[in-house]
């Protein structure tokens, strides 16, 4: 058993542990992975990746699929 500053000190350690715990909670790697899925709004109508942006489609559908036709929504892009 810890007795007097050894206790103390005992304590601040595992008060500093669970606020850092506390801290971290919300910055999980499942919350990182919802959070990039929600941004990846584009889908390509070929091969179904996703994508962020219309830019990011156009290039992806010009390099990977450039015998088929441009989708409409990417003509004015």
Do not use: W
């Not at 007795?3 to 595992?14: L, V």
């Not at 942006?53 to 559908?61: A, M």
């Amino acid at each position: 058993m810890a007795r007097g500053h050894q206790k103390i000190q005992s304590q601040q350690k595992a008060q500093e542990k669970a606020a850092k715990m506390k801290k971290q909670q919300g910055h999980g790697l499942s919350d990182q992975m919802k959070a990039a899925q929600k941004a990846l709004v584009f889908s390509c109508a070929v091969c179904k990746s996703q994508m962020p942006d219309p830019k990011t489609y156009k290039q992806h559908f010009e390099n990977k699929h450039p015998k088929n036709d441009l989708p409409a929504e990417l003509k004015d892009v």
